[in-house]
Every structure is written in structure tokens, then in C-alpha cells.
């Protein structure tokens, strides 16, 4: 059975960075679609950042755009978010997933447009906890 495990989540201070990392048993990442989601006390699950399969594409919500990456390392069989310049709005249960399909829209906002992230995926973690705050 495939598991997914997070870590690397903690408190941090407004402007400061975490990487979150997920391993895999029994499940190579390889060139499979990946994914961070996260949900926020009161909201729905939003994705955050993908890679399509074959790691065509890369997509990021527009909320964390320029400040979070999505990596994986082949050789460690691990996939990361690194997250830079972390708001409290930011703070969230974090999600890693794969095995599925990346999808990526543009949404109308106020101010013009901004990315929306989401997916399929058929392999999830159980969350670590990411709180921002002073």
C-alpha cells in the first residue's frame, strides 16, 4: 500500500521559510504528476503547487507564486515545497499527493487574473501542520 509521509512543518515567524518534505514507501515518484495541497481552519482544500507527469509543466496558485517551489529528488525518492516569505495567511495543514493529474486554470479576480492549481491524485499524505505567526 502506498503511504505518503510529510514533514519538515513547524511555527515560523511572518517573512521566514520552511521546506517541506514527503517520502514515499512502496511508490516511486519518478516522472508521476505531483502535488501540494493545503487547507486552512474553515476553507477548502486548495492545491498549491504541481508538476505534470513527465514534468512537462509546473504550476503554482497565484497566493504563493514566487515564493513556493516544488522539487523532487529522483535519488532520494522525495519530493519538497520549499516556502519563502511565509504570511500568516499562509498557515495551513499541508498536503503532498501523486499518482494522478495537474491541473491548472486561470481564474478572473479584481484585479485581473490569478493561477489556480488543482488535481486529481490517487496517493495522498496525511498532512503536517504549517502555522505562521509572530
Known amino acids: 500500500q502506498v503511504q505518503l509521509v510529510e514533514s519538515g512543518g513547524g511555527l515560523v515567524q511572518p517573512g521566514g521559510s520552511l521546506r517541506l518534505s514527503c517520502s514515499a514507501s512502496e511508490f516511486t515518484f519518478g516522472d508521476r504528476a505531483i502535488a501540494w495541497f493545503r487547507q486552512a481552519p474553515g476553507k477548502e482544500r486548495e492545491g498549491v503547487a504541481c508538476i505534470t507527469t513527465g514534468a512537462g509543466s509546473t504550476y503554482y496558485s497565484g497566493s504563493v507564486k514566487g515564493r513556493f517551489f516544488i522539487s523532487r529528488d529522483l535519488t532520494k525518492n522525495l519530493m519538497y515545497l520549499q516556502m519563502n516569505g511565509l504570511k500568516p495567511e499562509d498557515t495551513a495543514v499541508y498536503f503532498c499527493?501523486?499518482?494522478?493529474?495537474?491541473?491548472?486554470?486561470?481564474?478572473?479576480?479584481?484585479?485581473?487574473?490569478?493561477?489556480?492549481?488543482?488535481?486529481?491524485?490517487?496517493?495522498w499524505g496525511q498532512g503536517a501542520q504549517v502555522t505562521v505567526s509572530s
Open positions: 499527493a501523486a499518482d494522478g493529474r495537474c491541473r491548472h486554470r486561470y481564474a478572473t479576480t479584481d484585479d485581473g487574473y490569478t493561477d489556480v492549481v488543482g488535481g486529481s491524485f490517487v496517493s
